[in-house]
């Protein structure tokens, strides 16, 4: 069955960097749309970036120019570059992997990682 399984959260002070990483297994990246999510407590979980099986990249307003998405098809990694962090961007942080190519249409996630706690400190 698919894992995906995130790594590299951990808290820093507000404008730190923190870099996240989601491994798959029997999943291959390179041929579908993945995405980064997020859930602060009482929220709903919201995409923050996504690409494309051809690396196009998308971004929620409130990342954009921050945060970087990209993956390491030979890795099969997918990545969450994430700077000038804020401490509104605390949050448990998810990977999601869909079985479409494009990451514009209204599909969900097939797949999700177990999810990464940042934590973002004033």
């Known amino acids: 069955q698919v894992q995906l399984m995130e790594s590299g959260g951990g808290s820093v002070q507000a404008g730190g960097s923190l870099r996240l990483s989601c491994a798959a297994s029997?999943?291959?990246?390179?041929?579908?749309?993945m995405g980064w999510f997020r859930q602060a407590p009482g929220q709903k979980r919201d995409r923050i970036a996504a690409?494309?099986?051809?690396?196009?990249?998308s971004y929620a307003d409130s990342v954009k120019g921050r945060f970087t998405i990209s993956k390491d098809n030979a890795k099969n990694t997918l990545y969450l570059q994430m700077n000038s962090l804020k401490p509104e961007d605390t949050a448990m942080y998810y990977c999601a992997g869909y079985l479409v190519r494009g990451c514009s249409g209204p599909y969900p996630p097939s797949y999700w990682g177990q999810g990464t706690q940042v934590t973002v400190s004033s």
């Open positions: 029997r999943y291959t990246y390179s041929s579908y749309c």
């Open positions: 690409i494309d099986s051809g690396g196009s990249t």
